[in-house]
């Protein structure tokens, strides 16, 4: 119990005393993760969309693919990246290894199976709502993956943030490709796991709880906004 | 049209969210990566001695913290451009299969045994260490090793085949193989109250000791040497090699040998220079 009471006392002192290191740490975790989730959005939106409207053969086995892949783990993911991104590579000449870049195409691996998964799930279910009015305004596919995407647009939100969640807590796959290096590619949970190996618990946990307070800022910013955009379209 | 103004200025912003996050930094482009080890970088050594070279250079160091074994395959993949481990004779095969050039001494500090307080074994202010894991084994008491291919366990691998133990054959009773960095395996050794073997600057440097201690130490078996080895250009052309070799000359003379020297935890000298630059071993 002592050391819980240690990490409140060394996570304030961190957050108080506006350690410019941990700054810089906090700053690539969210520009990392943040990265990370548009770009699994870009892609896994339309898949998920595309999925949730169409029937095709083999639909099926896409869709249980992706949701199997919401387990993917980060260790693995990260192993393929880095054996691809690896100078012995296929990708080795692009000098990605060791980057902030390689730390982002990995949690875009990992993020986009959550975001398509429940993106397709989310907007079946709308579609199943809205598929006469969309017949009868005759629009083409492409315009009814459009309009199912920004009816569903809230409730997406929540695919993100899902997604979100899982990038900014995992370890594995960043501190493979990332290396962990001071001031390029260490994170909160890379630092978190350095702290712990070198027997610091107690500012390794005070650095878990300012991880757990960014993460809640995030989705309490995106709860409030979202609340205020909805009122605003509803008015 | 009121809500097409809406979606435009939301698509906007985010537009813009989007390219700011995207931007990656490219200043500080001039650099090396170092492939190395736990014991260096837990221990704080290049958080000493490495802001003294960059800011002598220009040049900054990226350190790639990982098991002796781990840096040398990474090393073997082209994926760094300076290797600085202490296996000395994986890093002799290493340079024998054409990937380094040439291997130099660095430095040097030594090998302890820690274990709990009350001391089951008997081992304390044991010289031999052979003598103290051969007690550990034949009275089956707890013992945490890294088995991660590191250079502390090649050591310690060795050592166990200089007593003539094999405890690979009691793997999962008193033989805990943790698979795992230095400072993750003292935190099993201090839970499970295990005996273990660590590098003596991240045993100094650890904040989880409890009521462990060094048990073992100063047996020469137990001289642990640290080697620094430019990687091939031959076999890796995209080596940094000019300012890989640059960080080398620096490290191995009188400026680099100082700042290893100077860096010191609790009063205490945590890595010796040892460096003699013009005899490559």
Same mark, same amino acid.
């Given at each position: 119990?002592?050391?819980?009471?240690?990490?409140? $006392?060394?996570?304030?002192?961190?957050?108080?005393?506006? %350690?410019?290191?941990?700054?810089?740490?906090?700053?690539?975790?969210?520009?990392?993760?943040?990265?990370?989730?548009?770009?699994?959005?870009?892609?896994?939106?339309?898949?998920?969309?595309?999925?949730?409207?169409?029937?095709?053969?083999?639909?099926?086995?896409?869709?249980?693919?992706?949701?199997?892949?919401?387990?993917?783990?980060?260790?693995?993911?990260?192993?393929?990246?880095?054996?691809?991104?690896?100078?012995?590579?296929?990708?080795?000449?692009?000098?990605?290894?060791?980057?902030?870049?390689?730390?982002?195409?990995?949690?875009?691996?990992?993020?986009?199976?959550?975001?398509?998964?429940?993106?397709?799930?989310?907007?079946?279910?709308?579609?199943?709502?809205?598929?006469?009015?969309?017949?009868?305004?005759?629009?083409?596919?492409?315009?009814?993956?459009?309009?199912?995407?920004?009816?569903?647009?809230?409730?997406?939100?929540?695919?993100?943030?899902?997604?979100?969640?899982?990038?900014?807590?995992?370890?594995?796959?960043?501190?493979?490709?990332?290396? %962990?290096? %001071?001031?390029?590619?260490?994170?909160?949970?890379?630092?978190?796991?350095?702290?712990?190996?070198?027997?610091?618990?107690?500012?390794?946990?005070?650095?878990?709880?300012?991880?757990?307070?960014?993460?809640?800022?995030?989705?309490?910013?995106?709860?409030?906004?979202? $609340?205020?955009?909805?009122?605003?379209?509803?008015? | 049209?009121?809500?097409?103004?809406?979606?435009?200025?939301?698509?906007?912003?985010?537009? !813009?969210?989007?390219?700011?996050?995207?931007?990656?930094?490219?200043?500080?482009?001039?650099?090396?990566?170092?492939?190395?080890?736990?014991?260096?970088?837990?221990?704080?050594?290049?958080?000493?001695?490495?802001?003294?070279?960059?800011?002598?250079?220009?040049?900054?160091?990226?350190?790639?913290?990982?098991?002796?074994?781990?840096?040398?395959? +990474?090393?073997?993949?082209?994926?760094?451009?300076?290797?600085?481990?202490?296996?000395?004779? !994986?890093?002799?095969?290493?340079?024998?299969?054409?990937?380094?050039?040439?291997?130099?001494?660095?430095?040097?500090?030594?090998?302890?045994?820690? &274990?709990?307080?009350?001391?089951?074994?008997?081992?304390?202010?044991?010289?031999?260490?052979?003598?103290?894991?051969?007690?550990?084994?034949?009275?089956?008491?707890?013992?945490?090793?890294?088995?991660?291919?590191?250079?502390?366990?090649?050591?310690?691998?060795?050592?166990?085949?200089?007593?003539?133990?094999?405890?690979?054959?009691?793997?999962?009773?008193?033989?805990?193989?943790?698979?795992?960095?230095?400072?993750?395996?003292? +935190?099993?050794?201090?839970?499970?109250?295990?005996?273990?073997?660590?590098?003596? !600057?991240?045993?100094?440097?650890?904040?989880?000791?409890?009521?462990?201690?060094?048990?073992?130490?100063?047996?020469?078996?137990?001289?642990?040497?640290? &080697?620094?080895?430019?990687?091939?250009?031959?076999?890796?052309?995209?080596?940094?090699?000019?300012?890989?070799?640059?960080?080398?000359?620096?490290?191995?003379?009188?400026?680099?040998?100082?700042?290893?020297?100077?860096?010191?935890?609790? &009063?205490?000298?945590?890595?010796?220079?040892? !460096?003699?630059? +013009?005899?490559?071993?």
């Amino acid at each position: 119990m002592q050391d819980f009471a240690a990490s409140f $006392a060394e996570a304030f002192q961190l957050v108080f005393g506006l %350690n410019s290191g941990l700054l810089e740490v906090v700053w690539l975790s969210l520009r990392v993760s943040l990265t990370a989730v548009a770009v699994a959005a870009v892609i896994g939106l339309p898949l998920g969309a595309f999925l949730a409207v169409s029937r095709f053969p083999g639909r099926a086995v896409i869709i249980v693919t992706l949701t199997a892949m919401m387990g993917l783990p980060p260790v693995v993911v990260g192993l393929v990246v880095y054996l691809m991104l690896s100078s012995a590579g296929a990708l080795g000449p692009l000098q990605l290894l060791y980057t902030p870049t390689a730390m982002i195409i990995a949690q875009s691996i990992l993020v986009l199976p959550i975001i398509a998964s429940l993106a397709r799930q989310t907007l079946e279910d709308l579609h199943v709502e809205y598929r006469d009015q969309l017949m009868l305004f005759g629009l083409g596919s492409l315009a009814r993956l459009r309009t199912l995407l920004w009816e569903g647009r809230y409730s997406l939100l929540t695919a993100l943030l899902a997604g979100f969640g899982r990038a900014i807590a995992e370890v594995g796959a960043v501190i493979i490709v990332g290396g %962990n290096i %001071n001031h390029v590619t260490r994170v909160m949970t890379t630092t978190i796991a350095l702290e712990t190996s070198k027997g610091n618990l107690a500012l390794a946990l005070g650095l878990g709880i300012i991880l757990v307070a960014i993460a809640f800022a995030v989705n309490a910013l995106v709860f409030v906004s979202r $609340a205020a955009a909805e009122r605003y379209a509803h008015a | 049209m009121m809500k097409a103004a809406i979606r435009t200025s939301m698509f906007r912003s985010v537009m !813009a969210v989007a390219m700011t996050l995207c931007t990656v930094a490219l200043a500080g482009d001039r650099h090396i990566i170092v492939q190395s080890t736990t014991s260096t970088q837990n221990s704080g050594l290049y958080d000493h001695i490495l802001p003294i070279y960059e800011a002598a250079a220009g040049v900054q160091v990226r350190v790639v913290a990982v098991g002796t074994g781990q840096a040398i395959k +990474n090393a073997r993949n082209c994926d760094g451009d300076v290797l600085l481990v202490h296996a000395k004779s !994986a890093e002799e095969a290493f340079v024998g299969q054409g990937y380094g050039k040439q291997r130099f001494d660095v430095m040097y500090n030594d090998f302890v045994i820690v &274990g709990p307080r009350d001391d089951p074994a008997g081992i304390r202010g044991l010289s031999e260490a052979t003598e103290a894991l051969k007690a550990i084994a034949s009275l089956s008491l707890p013992f945490a090793s890294r088995a991660d291919d590191s250079g502390t366990h090649q050591k310690e691998m060795q050592l166990w085949r200089d007593g003539g133990v094999d405890p690979i054959a009691d793997s999962g009773t008193w033989y805990r193989e943790t698979g795992s960095g230095m400072g993750a395996t003292l +935190n099993i050794a201090v839970a499970m109250n295990a005996y273990a073997m660590t590098d003596r !600057a991240t045993w100094i440097s650890f904040g989880n000791k409890a009521e462990h201690s060094v048990l073992v130490e100063g047996d020469p078996d137990l001289f642990n040497q640290y &080697g620094v080895i430019l990687v091939s250009s031959e076999k890796c052309p995209n080596t940094r090699a000019e300012a890989g070799q640059h960080f080398i000359n620096w490290l191995l003379g009188p400026d680099g040998q100082e700042a290893i020297a100077a860096y010191s935890l609790d &009063g205490m000298q945590l890595f010796f220079p040892n !460096a003699r630059p +013009n005899d490559p071993s």
